[in-house]
């Protein structure tokens, strides 16, 4: 299984595709995925933890770097497919506050158009 975050571009958006465990070794595919859809200008990223069922504290630690970095580059950020318990983490660590969860890639496709 790979560790690595994979990423797609559809126009302004921007999609990173979580793998199964995101840990401290998530860390340099993430950010150059990230970094790729930046180059690309990118307004939105969606983050993808469809296939994602692990999630440790460096883990957790990557994507509030990740949401910090987008937001503060004036980006807006959406994530889908989190369990209930991560859902729940995400609110407890404040991270609700910052991106939008959504229910799956294509809510996250129609708050784009929103956005527009």
Do not use: C, W
């Not at 200008?41 to 469809?50: E, I, Q, T, Y």
């Not at 994507?63 to 970095?69: K, N, R």
Request: zero cysteines.
């Amino acid at each position: 299984m790979s560790k690595e975050v994979g990423y797609r571009q559809e126009g302004k958006l921007g999609f990173l595709d979580f793998p199964k465990d995101v840990t401290a070794q998530t860390r340099e595919t993430a950010y150059k995925a990230y970094n790729a859809l930046a180059v690309s200008k990118v307004d939105l990223v969606a983050m993808n933890f469809v296939n994602s069922d692990y999630l440790n504290s460096a883990g957790i630690g990557l994507i509030i770097s990740l949401v910090e970095d987008a937001t503060q580059a004036g980006r807006k950020v959406f994530a889908y497919g989190l369990s209930s318990h991560y859902k729940k983490l995400f609110n407890m660590v404040g991270l609700s506050e910052r991106i939008i969860l959504v229910k799956d890639e294509e809510e996250a496709r129609s708050k784009i158009s929103e956005q527009q």
